[in-house]
């Protein structure tokens, strides 16, 4: 593995976190505005939807939470790119059913006023790319700076190498400087 894909792992990792937690931080304050978000999809049950705009909010949280802390990381991982697909489906859904709504993704959602324009487009290419941020945190875990490698918690890994080439900045293992012996070598 390239030695650059641990601290891509940890990028990628902080910025899935700062959107989730950014989002679920603009909605958590307001669950009515979150369930009327989620409602104006038209694909969800009404007790569904209010449940789901309930929880959002708080998954959307925990989940951002255990991506900066490195914690539970190909778990957290996977559901965020589970929402963001969850999300870029409904998106699209509501765009090839002619609906007019804002997505609701930072908060507010509902109909959009007449004469606004729904900025589908953007919205699930933003969502799309953030799934396959999540989707490379979840195959490639835990990266740099991560509870899991620090608690021993990364798979396949020793706690001791993850401790000194991940969490405390050092290099991997095979930048220690020890050349492989090469064949006929005495």
């Known amino acids: 593995m390239h030695p650059a894909v641990p601290w891509v792992t940890t990028v990628a990792r902080l910025v899935v976190a700062g959107v989730l937690i950014t989002a679920g931080w603009l909605k958590i304050g307001t669950p009515a505005l979150s369930v ?68 609701g993704c930072f908060g507010g959602g509902g109909k959009l006023a007449a004469g606004a324009d729904p900025g ?28 899991d490698a620090a608690l021993g918690l990364a798979p396949g890994r020793d706690r001791d190498d993850d401790l000194d080439a991940g969490w405390a900045g050092g290099r991997d293992d095979d930048e220690q400087g020890e050349e492989p012996a090469m064949k006929g070598d005495h």
Request: hydrophobic share 65%.
């Open 120 to 147: 589908y487009l953007w919205e699930i290419l933003r969502d799309a790319g953030l799934f396959l941020l999540g989707a490379w945190v979840a195959w490639f875990a835990p990266g740099r700076l991560a509870l």
């Open 36 to 103: 009327q978000a989620v409602e104006a999809y038209e694909l969800l049950p009404e007790s569904v939807a209010s449940a789901v705009g309930h929880g959002l909010p708080i998954i959307e949280i925990v989940v951002g939470v255990l991506l900066v802390a490195g914690l539970l990381t190909r778990v957290a991982g996977v559901v965020s790119a589970l929402l963001m697909l969850a999300f870029v489906v409904g998106i699209a859904s509501a765009w090839a059913r002619g609906l007019r709504i804002d997505c």
